[in-house]
């Protein structure tokens, strides 16, 4: 790693610990309650992965076709209009990454405060996004080094904690992971729709390196091997976790849970479980926070560098790291955690984020279209199979909220709205968008 761009190895790290967070460890206790089957609720797991997995293919040919960081922002702004990559940035900086963050450290504040009692939740979730600003406000070196740390920890602790279940657990439970006469008609119910929202929530974050593309080595050949590695490794790791959560406990047990890997512990672990579980998630959740820290404030960096009524938000310190944006993000992401106002803006994070991924995934065919000369040092493999399979389950899962869960689904259009109001705000009153 130079002194002034991220390795890939940093990149991936952000991939993949934007990706392992809260949603693993939780939505599987959501899930048992319309879903009984082992082999349909791996499917689950599979299915968000290769839906994930192709979606990062269709990034890493628009990012090394259009090597700038600030991931949907650049390509929807260069695809269609600076208006849409504008209100792909507000999403992205009030719901995609400050209220993930807060969420995340609230959650590493719970797990650690269940070991040690007199610790409050609130003030080390707080505490922990100050110390990993600073750091990430510092220099290349630091931030990326502490960014690989905790992930390559992260991974191995997920590993271990896998490894140890399968010894350690007394009476592995009677789970059936080979297809039954029944399980056809569950993969294509409501069930399993409303089940795969929470599974793309935690998949979000697959494309995360794409908001450092200029900030890193070489974007145009290394883009892809990071999307598509980091992406592949947490689809592996996900479905062996889920194996394990339903090897060790009973479904009963989990079914309506949030704290799943608590309940896996103590079968596994026994009464002393809780205690390892909670400190093993504090430790996962830090590298969580930290790639958000790290690939969020590049958004508002490049919407500072495009749009004069924003130009602080750009400016960079001697290391050439946006300072000012980072500083942003973590003071929204403290107030979301002080206030836990979050919460209710989480309900409909993955079908506004969704909506952002649908428009970019989409523009890879219009891209094509429109500029066929243009330069693409990765093409997707087996082109157009990739995009069409992301576009047929994410618009599939977007159309289910809408129909069945209308309430958040317009929760989401109302946010993108308001973005659409405040580009216009901002170009009447700040200027219209400058040409990079």
């Keep these: 790693m130079s002194g002034q761009k991220f390795s890939p190895n940093t990149a991936m790290s952000v991939v993949i610990a934007n990706m392992i967070g809260t949603g693993v460890f939780t939505s599987l206790g959501f899930q048992l309650l319309d879903i009984q089957s082992g082999f349909v609720l ?14 990062a293919l269709c990034y890493a040919e628009l990012g090394a076709a259009l090597p700038r960081s600030g991931g949907e922002y650049n390509f ?7 208006a849409a990559g504008y209100i792909s940035g507000w999403v992205s900086a009030t719901i995609g990454f400050a209220a993930p963050t807060a969420l995340a450290a609230i959650t590493f504040g719970s797990y650690l405060s269940s070991v040690i009692p007199e610790l409050s939740p609130t003030w080390l979730g707080c505490s922990l996004v100050v ?9 290349r070196r630091g931030s990326g080094g502490v960014q690989q740390i905790f992930t390559v920890l992260k991974v191995l602790l997920i590993l271990g904690f896998c490894a140890l279940s399968w010894l350690l657990v007394g009476e592995p439970q009677d789970v059936e992971f080979l297809p039954r006469a029944d ?7 409501g069930a399993f729709a409303v089940a795969l929202i929470y599974v793309n929530y935690a998949y979000t974050g697959w494309n995360a390196a794409t908001y450092v593309t200029g900030e890193l080595d070489d974007p145009q050949k290394s883009l892809s091997r990071v999307l598509i590695l980091g992406t592949a490794t947490v689809m592996v790791l996900y479905v062996l976790l889920n194996f394990t959560f339903l090897h060790v406990a009973p479904m009963s047990a ?9 309940v896996s512990a103590q079968y596994a672990f026994g ?3 809780a205690a390892i579980m909670g400190v093993i998630l504090a430790l996962l959740l830090i590298s969580t926070v930290s790639a958000m820290v790290l690939a969020g404030p590049r958004v508002l960096q490049v919407i500072g560098q495009d749009f004069p009524a924003f130009r602080v938000l750009a400016r960079t310190n001697s290391n050439g790291l946006p300072v000012i944006a980072i500083l942003f993000q973590s003071l929204l992401s403290l107030l979301f955690i ?3 106002s979050f919460e209710s803006i989480l309900v409909f994070t993955g079908f506004t984020l969704g909506l952002n991924t649908l428009f970019s995934v989409l523009g890879v065919f219009i891209l094509r279209w429109r500029q066929p000369e243009l330069p693409r040092p990765y093409r997707i493999a087996l082109y157009p199979l990739p995009p069409l399979i992301f576009l047929a389950f994410t618009g599939w899962t977007l159309t289910y909220i809408l129909l069945e869960r209308p309430e958040e689904g317009l929760m989401g259009l109302g946010v993108v709205a308001s973005g659409a109001i405040f580009y216009l705000l901002t170009v009447r009153f700040g200027g219209a968008r400058q040409a990079q």
């Design 254 to 262: 989990m079914a309506g849970k949030i704290e799943i890997g608590y």
């Design 271 to 273: 009464n002393s479980g």
């Design 42 to 55: 791996m499917m689950l797991w599979v299915v968000g992965g290769l839906t994930a997995l192709c979606g």
């Design 183 to 189: 399980d056809g008609a569950l993969l294509t119910s």
């Design 131 to 139: 110390a990993l600003s600073l750091i990430h406000a510092s220099n």
């Design 338 to 340: 002080v206030t836990a």
């Design 76 to 82: 929807l702004t260069e695809i269609y209009h600076p």
